[in-house]
T-cell receptor, first 111, second 117 residues
Framework: GENVEQHPSTLSVQEGDSAVIKCTYS??????FPWYKQELGKRPQLIID?????GEKKDQRIAVTLNKTAKHFSLHITETQPEDSAVYFC??????????FGPGTRLSVLP | GAVVSQHPSWVICKSGTSVKIECRSL??????MFWYRQFPKQSLMLMAT?????????EQGVEKDKFLINHASLTLSTLTVTSAHPEDSSFYIC?????????????FGQGTRLTVV
């Protein structure tokens, strides 16, 4: 089955700096890759997603890149703010099926 | 976006009792819903896939007789934790993807924090 790895497990950045989180997946059939932000005790919130027919997607300060050949995708957050502090999960799935989540990255943005 | 409602948001129960958690899709139909479990500081792990009108599919290591899943309608799936023990204490969360939609996005319930004492 699918296996998703995620690095780093923790990341601290200064406010205004950029943060990059990287994920790899194992199943070449996976074609949908969402990124979620989760605050303590709350449901995951979708922040950006990308499909396998696209290499890059951007939404304001957030961007995701996908390399299908290498089976890895990355989340980029620019101009980080303290409210960006949370746990971020990447996931991979095949359309209509369940998500396989990465182990998560705890991002701390220091003021 | 679509809304998935999960209840209760938290529950405390005595060891040996059963707890039922409901997951409802409020504005769309879902033939499939997914149940995840999340232990503190860990990721979401799929427990089972709930299929409307048929038996759920359980992941390896998840006891189907302990975690009973019922998906009786296109908008409701329930997870019952039977004979709960302290090690079952966790954050349980459901998700669903609207049936037939072109968008791949999944929608999550609020989650249920179960504490077994």
């Amino acid at each position: 089955g699918e296996n998703v790895e995620q690095h780093p497990s923790t990341l601290s950045v200064q406010e205004g700096d950029s943060a990059v989180i990287k994920c790899t997946y194992s199943d070449s059939a996976s074609n949908y890759f969402p990124w979620y932000k989760q605050e303590l005790g709350k449901r995951p919130q979708l922040i950006i997603d990308i499909r396998s027919n696209v290499g890059e997607k951007k939404d304001q300060r957030i961007a995701v890149t996908l390399n299908k050949t290498a089976k890895h995708f990355s989340l980029h957050i620019t101009e980080t703010q303290p409210e960006d502090s949370a746990v971020y999960f990447c996931a991979a799935s095949i359309r209509g099926q369940n998500f396989v989540f990465g182990p998560g990255t705890r991002l701390s943005v220091l003021p | 976006g679509a809304v998935v409602s999960q209840h209760p948001s938290w529950v405390i129960c005595k060891s040996g009792t059963s707890v039922k958690i409901e997951c409802r899709s409020l504005d769309f139909q879902a033939t499939t819903m997914f149940w995840y479990r999340q232990f503190p500081k860990q990721s979401l792990m799929l427990m089972a896939t709930s299929n409307e009108g048929s038996k759920a599919t359980y992941e390896q290591g998840v006891e189907k007789d302990k975690f009973l899943i019922n998906h009786a309608s296109l908008t409701l799936s329930t997870l019952t934790v039977t004979s709960a023990h302290p090690e079952d204490s966790s954050f349980y969360i459901c998700s669903a993807r609207p049936f037939g939609q072109a968008n791949d996005e999944a929608f999550f319930g609020q989650g249920t924090r179960l504490t077994v004492v």
